[in-house]
């Protein structure tokens, strides 16, 4: 099994409150996992990626971060929300045969 | 450099019509990779291109990578509303060892029956 789980599937949160955001994948060990975020009109957007345990590389600058605290835990977080950081977000693992991307059902975050 | 470029935008057709489209990149694309994403859900990989020129179906599906790498294609014959969706293009990230894909805008398929 390669399924994705994502919590919460919704969101509503405050500007200036915090974020904690939670991935976890089964199957296979030390998967590559991604955050993406997709805003209306903007398509997908890579956030994170992460190679293994406590490997985190950020590819757009912003007021979000992530772990890796596990192998198959991944977690994005924010200490102060933005009303831009509503969104789609989507966690994902790359896949074995193509590299391609297996993504999570994702988190719908509004901002107010 | 990185990005690709989807159209069109939406499209509307009318159930049973062929709908084609298009992604397009400025740099030569190593490979591209095609995504459906029906409304609410999360994207579903379809299929990936590799080779120069190559062409792939998946029944109504067929998908196309431009001789010189820099563009694809996908057309749907005879459209469905189960082919409802958004059908996005993406390309490897790359450049310093950076990883994930880069995606298109995507082209938005509305069905009327």
């Known amino acids: 099994s390669q399924t994705i789980h994502q919590w919460p599937a919704t969101l509503v949160q405050p500007v200036g409150s915090p974020l904690s955001l939670e991935c976890t994948v089964e199957?296979?060990?030390?998967?590559?996992l991604y955050w993406y975020r997709q805003a209306a009109g903007r398509g997908l957007q890579l956030l994170f990626y992460s190679v293994g345990i406590g490997q985190i590389s950020s590819e757009v600058p912003q007021n979000l971060s992530a772990s890796r605290p596990q192998d198959r835990q991944f977690i994005l977080s924010s200490k102060k929300l933005l009303l831009s950081d509503s969104g789609f977000y989507l966690c994902?693992?790359?896949?074995?045969?193509?590299?391609?991307?297996?993504f999570g059902p994702g988190t719908r975050l509004t901002v107010l | 450099g990185q990005q690709v470029m989807q159209i069109p935008q939406y499209q509307h057709v009318q159930e049973g019509e062929d709908f084609t489209t298009y992604c397009n990149s400025s740099?030569?694309?190593?490979?591209i990779q095609w995504y459906k994403q029906r409304p609410g859900g999360h994207p579903v990989f379809l299929i990936q291109?590799?080779?120069?020129?190559e062409v792939k179906k998946q029944k109504r599906l067929t998908f196309q990578f431009g001789e010189a790498k820099k563009n694809s294609s996908l057309h749907i014959t005879a459209t469905q509303t189960t082919d409802v969706g958004t059908y996005f293009c993406a390309r490897m990230y790359s450049g310093g060892g950076a990883d994930g894909l880069t995606f298109g805008k995507g082209t938005h398929l509305i069905i009327q029956p």
């Open positions: 994902a693992r790359r896949g074995l045969a193509w590299d391609e991307q297996f």
């Open positions: 199957g296979t060990s030390n998967p590559n």
């Open positions: 740099t030569t694309l190593s490979n």
């Open positions: 291109l590799v080779k120069s020129g």
